[in-house]
């Protein structure tokens, strides 16, 4: 034990730098105010939003106001355009979201600061995948079933509740994921991909050749260290491959956690990994203080031609042209991209997904407003699926391909999803998947085979997956959590 032990705390000081700087450049506020300098809906839109009032029940809200916090404000910002969700909360309720300012190091933190200072915000974002199970173990985050006003066994919640359900704490429900997005794309200039004479990966894509020989070529072909150019960047890439297998390394099943190390299918997927590692195929962050290309921009070295491929989620697109600069010009039609390859010997493109939703803070002052709001975006979900493409062409100039790639990715997240909740159990656990994700792709060398990985951190994991399933059976039984925050 005491060996496991000191090879955790091992694990947890190599990686501690790295993931400071891979979210160091969130925006560290601390005030509550928020300036609404957003595009708001234009007066179609907001019309268009109004007639959607009336699938929602008639209430008036005794509290008007439900509290957010996160390290960004869900309030439209400069340049960005107002959620129809937020609009329509606004017009059938009086509804406002007041932004509860935090920073991406402190979050939960400061979760816990409020918590205990009976000052709770009312909800939290799950699309991190960081929330879950340790926020229920916890008692950070409370479940959301029994809320008045929300029904998650209505038809209005058809599409998710099977989601919910797989993911539940203690029989019940704590994360309201309103639908599934990619963590990880494959993102391209699609310049770069025409001047080094590679088919285009959509192309392929559709084809059914998009698949891990054709990536490895491309990316063995275009690495150049002596011009600085590489086929990998980014800090998803070891994830967003892994999980291209179908199969996270840790899953949850029947409520508790299951280590897959030893499973064929992801030694396949991390010996294709080793591969590419021994190629030299990523930027080297090492050389950079931890950081991707440049500052650490998410997108830096696609639009200066450098790096071939960064797989990153949707999110890092989904926003003003100001935002996108770094992958490339996008009104020059130069950034694409699509979903990560297939294994070459499966017919499956398996997606990495993650829950786009909210979870509810323990003790939330205002559940009936969290509610009231949760129904607003399931019930905009589908039905101003026009505006979203309206916003993403006229404001945050997206060509036509991407929309419809969008759509198609967005498909596969409802039938190929494959889900890794890794950050969500523990620090410790966080800071020993960073190794364990890694290491067949250790930037700047010494990667190790996959083999060589389960033997130095296997017994870490099952180690600390026994520890917190031991919790989760424990509150469980007793119903008392585990409050060190």
Not at 128 to 142: E, L, R, V
Not at 199 to 212: K, S, T, V
Not at 444 to 472: F, H, P
Request: net charge negative; charged share 25%.
């Amino acid at each position: 034990m005491m060996n496991l032990k000191k090879l955790l705390a091992g694990a947890v000081a190599i990686t501690m730098t790295a993931g400071m700087v891979s979210c160091g450049n969130s925006e560290n506020a601390s005030d509550t105010s928020s300036d609404d300098t957003g595009i708001q809906l234009n007066d179609e839109q907001a019309e268009q939003v109004a007639t959607l009032a009336d699938q929602l029940e008639d209430i008036e809200l005794e509290n008007k106001t439900i509290k957010w916090i996160a390290h960004y404000d869900i309030n439209p910002t400069e340049g960005s355009v107002e959620d129809p969700a937020i609009e329509l909360f606004e017009t059938k309720y009086g509804g406002t979201i007041e932004w509860v300012q935090t920073t991406w190091d402190t979050r939960f933190d400061d979760i816990a600061t409020h918590v205990m200072a009976n000052d709770s915000p009312d909800f939290f974002p799950s699309s991190d995948m960081d929330t879950f199970p340790k926020g229920a173990i916890k008692g950070m985050f409370d479940p959301i079933d029994g809320i008045d006003g929300l029904d998650l066994d209505s038809d209005l919640w058809a599409d998710t509740v099977d989601i919910m359900n797989d993911f539940t704490f203690d029989g019940q429900r704590y994360i309201c994921v309103i639908y599934v997005s990619p963590s990880y794309l494959c993102v391209y200039n699609t310049t770069t991909i025409e001047e080094y004479g590679f088919d285009d990966p959509a192309e392929l894509y559709h084809q059914g050749e998009w698949d891990w020989d054709v990536f490895y070529d491309m990316c063995v072909k275009f690495t150049d260290a002596e011009n600085d150019k590489y086929g990998l960047d980014g800090y998803g890439y070891t994830n967003a491959i892994c999980e291209t297998s179908g199969m996270p390394i840790i899953s949850y099943e029947d409520g508790q956690l299951v280590n897959n190390m030893g499973d064929p299918t992801i030694e396949k997927v991390q010996d294709f990994m080793y591969e590419l590692g021994k190629n030299n195929v990523m930027f080297d962050r090492s050389s950079n203080n931890w950081y991707t290309r440049g500052d650490g921009t998410t997108g830096y070295g696609l639009g200066t031609y450098q790096t071939l491929f960064i797989p990153v989620g949707l999110w890092a697109l989904e926003v003003p042209v100001a935002s996108t600069e770094p992958f490339g010009d996008i009104e020059a039609g130069e950034i694409m991209f699509c979903p990560m390859p297939k294994d070459p010997d499966s017919d499956t493109y398996y997606i990495s997904s993650r829950f786009e939703g909210y979870v509810m803070c323990h003790n939330a002052p205002n559940p009936e407003g969290f509610a009231a709001f949760m129904n607003c975006c399931m019930v905009c979900r589908d039905s101003t699926d026009n505006i979203t493409e309206e916003t993403l062409v006229n404001e945050y100039k997206w060509t036509q391909e991407m929309i419809d790639m969008r759509e198609e990715c967005l498909e596969l997240c409802k039938t190929n999803p494959v889900f890794d909740i890794s950050s969500g159990i523990s620090a410790e656990m966080d800071a020993t998947m960073q190794n364990v994700t890694q290491a067949t792709m250790v930037t700047g060398g010494n990667s190790e085979t996959w083999t060589q990985c389960v033997e130095e951190y296997g017994r870490v994991v099952d180690y600390l997956l026994a520890e917190v399933n031991e919790k989760i059976k424990t509150v469980e039984e007793t119903g008392e959590y585990d409050t060190d925050f």
